[in-house]
Protein backbone atom coordinates (compact mmCIF):
# COMPACT_ATOMS: atom_id res chain seq x y z
CA UNK A 1 0.00 0.00 0.00
CA UNK A 2 1.16 3.36 -0.78
CA UNK A 3 -0.12 7.08 0.45
CA UNK A 4 1.00 10.35 1.06
CA UNK A 5 1.58 11.69 4.33
CA UNK A 6 -1.13 14.86 5.13
CA UNK A 7 0.61 18.11 5.29
CA UNK A 8 3.98 17.29 4.16
CA UNK A 9 5.45 18.92 0.99
CA UNK A 10 7.50 16.87 -1.60
CA UNK A 11 10.84 18.35 -0.56
CA UNK A 12 10.31 17.14 2.95
CA UNK A 13 11.47 13.91 4.62
CA UNK A 14 9.37 11.86 7.55
CA UNK A 15 9.47 11.94 10.71
CA UNK A 16 9.45 8.66 12.71
CA UNK A 17 6.47 9.18 14.78
CA UNK A 18 4.42 9.71 11.45
CA UNK A 19 6.20 6.52 10.16
CA UNK A 20 4.79 4.66 13.60
CA UNK A 21 1.48 6.10 12.95
CA UNK A 22 1.27 4.25 9.22
CA UNK A 23 3.06 1.27 10.96
CA UNK A 24 -0.12 0.91 13.50
CA UNK A 25 -2.42 1.69 10.63
CA UNK A 26 -0.74 -1.18 8.54
CA UNK A 27 -1.50 -3.76 11.83
CA UNK A 28 -5.35 -2.74 11.70
CA UNK A 29 -5.68 -2.85 7.47
CA UNK A 30 -4.62 -6.73 7.41
CA UNK A 31 -5.44 -8.57 10.68
CA UNK A 32 -6.47 -12.10 9.51
CA UNK A 33 -8.67 -14.71 10.69
CA UNK A 34 -7.41 -18.06 11.02
CA UNK A 35 -9.12 -21.38 10.80
CA UNK A 36 -10.11 -21.52 14.62
CA UNK A 37 -11.84 -17.78 14.53
CA UNK A 38 -8.99 -16.10 16.12
CA UNK A 39 -7.48 -12.86 14.86
CA UNK A 40 -3.94 -13.21 13.80
CA UNK A 41 -1.99 -10.00 12.95
CA UNK A 42 1.20 -9.36 10.44
CA UNK A 43 4.71 -9.92 11.93
CA UNK A 44 6.76 -8.86 9.16
CA UNK A 45 6.66 -5.32 8.16
CA UNK A 46 8.91 -4.11 5.25
CA UNK A 47 9.09 -0.12 5.28
CA UNK A 48 10.32 1.34 1.59
CA UNK A 49 11.53 4.64 1.44
CA UNK A 50 12.07 7.28 -0.53
CA UNK A 51 16.31 7.95 -1.11
CA UNK A 52 16.26 11.04 0.33
CA UNK A 53 14.02 9.44 3.33
CA UNK A 54 16.24 6.60 4.09
CA UNK A 55 19.42 9.00 3.91
CA UNK A 56 17.91 11.00 6.47
CA UNK A 57 17.38 8.08 9.04
CA UNK A 58 20.45 6.23 8.65
CA UNK A 59 22.26 7.41 11.66
CA UNK A 60 19.07 6.13 13.61
CA UNK A 61 17.61 3.40 11.55
CA UNK A 62 19.10 0.59 14.16
CA UNK A 63 17.22 2.69 17.12
CA UNK A 64 14.26 2.95 15.30
CA UNK A 65 13.71 -0.37 14.27
CA UNK A 66 13.59 -1.67 17.83
CA UNK A 67 11.17 1.06 18.47
CA UNK A 68 8.93 0.83 15.82
CA UNK A 69 8.63 -3.02 16.51
CA UNK A 70 8.11 -2.81 20.20
CA UNK A 71 5.24 -0.32 19.86
CA UNK A 72 3.78 -2.69 17.33
CA UNK A 73 4.32 -5.52 19.91
CA UNK A 74 2.75 -2.90 22.58
CA UNK A 75 -0.77 -2.30 19.87
CA UNK A 76 -1.10 -5.53 18.87
CA UNK A 77 -1.16 -7.06 22.71
CA UNK A 78 -3.65 -4.29 23.56
CA UNK A 79 -5.95 -5.00 20.93
CA UNK A 80 -6.25 -8.75 21.77
CA UNK A 81 -4.94 -10.05 18.61
CA UNK A 82 -2.28 -12.84 18.04
CA UNK A 83 0.65 -13.23 15.97
CA UNK A 84 2.81 -16.29 15.01
CA UNK A 85 6.24 -15.06 15.44
CA UNK A 86 8.29 -12.31 16.62
CA UNK A 87 7.38 -8.65 14.90
CA UNK A 88 10.52 -7.81 12.78
CA UNK A 89 10.39 -4.35 11.31
CA UNK A 90 12.73 -3.96 8.38
CA UNK A 91 13.78 -0.72 5.94
CA UNK A 92 14.32 -0.65 2.54
CA UNK A 93 14.99 2.05 -0.32
CA UNK A 94 12.45 2.25 -3.56
CA UNK A 95 13.65 5.15 -5.69
CA UNK A 96 10.42 5.12 -7.40
CA UNK A 97 8.71 6.71 -4.47
CA UNK A 98 8.60 10.50 -4.21
CA UNK A 99 9.89 12.57 -0.78
CA UNK A 100 7.93 12.34 1.54
CA UNK A 101 6.09 9.23 0.51
CA UNK A 102 5.96 5.12 1.97
CA UNK A 103 4.52 1.83 1.47
CA UNK A 104 4.45 -0.86 4.05
CA UNK A 105 4.18 -4.54 2.76
CA UNK A 106 3.05 -7.07 5.17
CA UNK A 107 3.43 -10.39 5.94
CA UNK A 108 1.70 -13.36 8.15
CA UNK A 109 4.10 -16.17 8.89
CA UNK A 110 3.48 -19.58 7.37
CA UNK A 111 0.89 -17.65 4.40
CA UNK A 112 1.72 -19.06 1.51
CA UNK A 113 1.82 -16.29 -1.71
CA UNK A 114 0.52 -18.64 -4.57
CA UNK A 115 -2.13 -21.02 -4.07
CA UNK A 116 -1.25 -22.95 -6.99
CA UNK A 117 1.73 -23.87 -8.75
CA UNK A 118 2.56 -22.45 -12.14
CA UNK A 119 1.63 -24.74 -15.21
CA UNK A 120 4.68 -26.52 -16.67
CA UNK A 121 5.76 -24.47 -19.76
CA UNK A 122 7.11 -27.99 -21.33
CA UNK A 123 4.15 -29.51 -23.87
CA UNK A 124 3.42 -32.92 -22.80
CA UNK A 125 4.37 -35.89 -24.36
CA UNK A 126 2.23 -37.59 -27.48
CA UNK A 127 0.46 -40.69 -26.33
CA UNK A 128 2.09 -43.79 -27.01
CA UNK A 129 -0.01 -45.92 -29.41
CA UNK A 130 -0.63 -49.74 -28.63
CA UNK A 131 1.05 -51.98 -30.35
CA UNK A 132 -0.62 -55.47 -30.09
CA UNK A 133 1.26 -58.05 -27.52
CA UNK A 134 3.40 -60.77 -29.66
CA UNK A 135 2.79 -64.37 -28.58
CA UNK A 136 5.70 -65.90 -27.44
CA UNK A 137 6.96 -68.91 -29.04
CA UNK A 138 5.66 -72.35 -27.56
CA UNK A 139 8.15 -74.49 -25.89
CA UNK A 140 8.84 -77.81 -28.09
CA UNK A 141 7.54 -80.60 -26.96
CA UNK A 142 9.48 -83.50 -24.69
CA UNK A 143 10.11 -86.33 -26.91
CA UNK A 144 8.21 -89.78 -25.87
CA UNK A 145 9.34 -90.90 -22.52
CA UNK A 146 12.04 -88.22 -21.78
CA UNK A 147 11.11 -86.62 -17.52
CA UNK A 148 10.34 -82.97 -17.41
CA UNK A 149 12.14 -81.43 -14.64
CA UNK A 150 9.63 -80.03 -12.18
CA UNK A 151 9.61 -76.11 -12.39
CA UNK A 152 10.87 -73.83 -9.97
CA UNK A 153 7.83 -72.29 -7.98
CA UNK A 154 8.08 -68.42 -8.58
CA UNK A 155 8.94 -66.15 -5.27
CA UNK A 156 7.95 -62.69 -5.10
CA UNK A 157 10.28 -60.30 -4.28
CA UNK A 158 10.37 -58.97 -0.55
CA UNK A 159 8.78 -55.51 0.16
CA UNK A 160 11.19 -52.91 2.43
CA UNK A 161 10.42 -52.16 5.37
CA UNK A 162 10.07 -48.61 5.13
CA UNK A 163 9.88 -46.13 8.24
CA UNK A 164 6.30 -44.54 8.65
CA UNK A 165 5.98 -41.63 7.18
CA UNK A 166 6.98 -38.29 9.49
CA UNK A 167 4.47 -35.83 10.16
CA UNK A 168 4.98 -31.86 11.43
CA UNK A 169 2.11 -30.30 13.00
CA UNK A 170 1.80 -26.76 12.06
CA UNK A 171 2.60 -24.74 14.84
CA UNK A 172 -0.32 -22.65 16.78
CA UNK A 173 -0.81 -19.11 16.67
CA UNK A 174 1.64 -17.73 19.42
CA UNK A 175 -0.41 -15.43 22.07
CA UNK A 176 1.28 -12.61 23.10
CA UNK A 177 -0.68 -11.34 25.93
CA UNK A 178 2.01 -12.51 28.50
CA UNK A 179 4.89 -10.63 26.91
CA UNK A 180 6.68 -8.65 29.07
CA UNK A 181 6.35 -4.74 29.11
CA UNK A 182 8.73 -2.69 26.90
CA UNK A 183 9.76 0.20 28.64
CA UNK A 184 9.27 3.51 27.93
CA UNK A 185 12.22 4.42 26.52
CA UNK A 186 12.12 1.47 23.83
CA UNK A 187 8.77 2.73 22.70
CA UNK A 188 8.88 6.11 23.13
CA UNK A 189 7.88 7.93 19.93
CA UNK A 190 7.92 11.43 21.83
CA UNK A 191 8.84 13.78 24.47
CA UNK A 192 8.30 16.64 26.51
CA UNK A 193 11.18 18.97 27.55
CA UNK A 194 11.67 21.61 30.21
CA UNK A 195 13.23 25.01 30.19
CA UNK A 196 16.45 23.95 31.43
CA UNK A 197 16.39 20.67 28.69
CA UNK A 198 15.48 18.04 31.19
CA UNK A 199 13.80 15.66 28.95
CA UNK A 200 10.85 12.78 29.65
CA UNK A 201 10.54 10.88 27.04
CA UNK A 202 6.91 9.40 26.21
CA UNK A 203 5.28 6.10 24.73
CA UNK A 204 2.20 4.45 25.12
CA UNK A 205 2.34 4.27 28.96
CA UNK A 206 0.29 7.33 30.52
CA UNK A 207 2.81 9.59 32.07
CA UNK A 208 1.62 11.22 35.19
CA UNK A 209 2.20 15.03 36.17
CA UNK A 210 2.09 17.27 39.36
CA UNK A 211 3.38 17.86 42.85
CA UNK A 212 2.98 14.18 44.18
CA UNK A 213 6.04 12.56 44.86
CA UNK A 214 4.56 9.75 43.45
CA UNK A 215 4.46 11.15 39.64
CA UNK A 216 6.57 10.10 36.84
CA UNK A 217 7.10 13.89 36.66
CA UNK A 218 7.25 15.90 39.88
CA UNK A 219 6.71 19.73 39.04
CA UNK A 220 7.69 21.44 42.24
CA UNK A 221 4.97 24.36 41.93
CA UNK A 222 2.51 25.71 44.11
CA UNK A 223 0.29 26.29 41.85
CA UNK A 224 0.32 22.71 40.41
CA UNK A 225 -1.93 19.93 41.90
CA UNK A 226 -0.62 16.73 43.35
CA UNK A 227 -2.26 15.08 40.39
CA UNK A 228 -2.77 17.46 37.77
CA UNK A 229 -2.39 16.18 33.90
CA UNK A 230 -1.27 13.03 32.39
CA UNK A 231 0.19 12.42 29.41
CA UNK A 232 -1.37 9.48 27.12
CA UNK A 233 -1.35 7.12 24.03
CA UNK A 234 -4.05 6.61 22.29
CA UNK A 235 -4.61 5.77 18.25
CA UNK A 236 -1.28 6.16 17.64
CA UNK A 237 -0.62 9.92 19.10
CA UNK A 238 -0.01 11.73 22.16
CA UNK A 239 -2.54 13.83 24.05
CA UNK A 240 -2.65 15.48 26.84
CA UNK A 241 -5.54 15.21 29.51
CA UNK A 242 -6.36 17.52 32.90
CA UNK A 243 -6.83 15.20 36.19
CA UNK A 244 -9.58 18.38 37.63
CA UNK A 245 -7.16 20.15 38.67
CA UNK A 246 -7.37 23.13 40.35
CA UNK A 247 -5.90 25.68 38.82
CA UNK A 248 -6.12 23.62 34.99
CA UNK A 249 -3.90 23.04 32.08
CA UNK A 250 -3.39 25.16 29.05
CA UNK A 251 -1.81 24.45 25.88
CA UNK A 252 -0.64 27.13 23.56
CA UNK A 253 -1.73 29.10 26.29
CA UNK A 254 -5.49 27.71 25.93
CA UNK A 255 -7.12 26.67 28.54
CA UNK A 256 -7.88 22.65 27.33
CA UNK A 257 -10.99 20.94 28.65
CA UNK A 258 -10.59 17.05 29.62
CA UNK A 259 -8.15 16.18 27.21
CA UNK A 260 -6.23 17.39 23.76
CA UNK A 261 -4.33 16.03 21.01
CA UNK A 262 -0.65 17.27 20.80
CA UNK A 263 1.64 18.40 17.95
CA UNK A 264 5.15 18.94 17.42
CA UNK A 265 6.42 22.12 19.36
CA UNK A 266 2.86 22.42 21.27
CA UNK A 267 3.63 24.27 24.88
CA UNK A 268 2.16 22.73 27.79
CA UNK A 269 1.60 25.23 30.82
CA UNK A 270 0.92 23.83 34.81
CA UNK A 271 0.63 27.08 36.60
CA UNK A 272 4.13 28.48 35.81
CA UNK A 273 5.85 25.26 34.47
CA UNK A 274 6.26 25.21 30.70
CA UNK A 275 6.95 21.78 28.90
CA UNK A 276 7.53 21.88 25.14
CA UNK A 277 6.17 18.57 23.17
CA UNK A 278 8.50 16.74 21.03
CA UNK A 279 8.22 14.03 18.48
CA UNK A 280 11.04 11.79 17.90
Known amino acids: M ?10 STLRPLEIGRRLLRAVDDNIDIDVKGRRVAPDR ?60 TTTISGQSTNDHPP ?37 APATADLPPPVVTPAPEPLTISDAPQPTPARVALGAIVQRDGTRHPVGSAPLTM ?19 AEIRYENGR ?12 LVNDQRITGSQQLNHGDIITIGSTEFR ?3 S
Open 119 to 155: ASSQPAPPPVAETPAQESPAPPEAPAGAAIPPSEPEV
Open 238 to 249: HLVADLNSTNGT
Open 210 to 228: GRATSNNVQIADGQASRQH
Open 277 to 279: YET
Open 2 to 11: AFRLPGRNQS
Open 45 to 104: YSISLSEPDRAALVDDESALIEELAAAATSYIRDEGLNVLAAIKVTFTTDSSLDTGRLSI
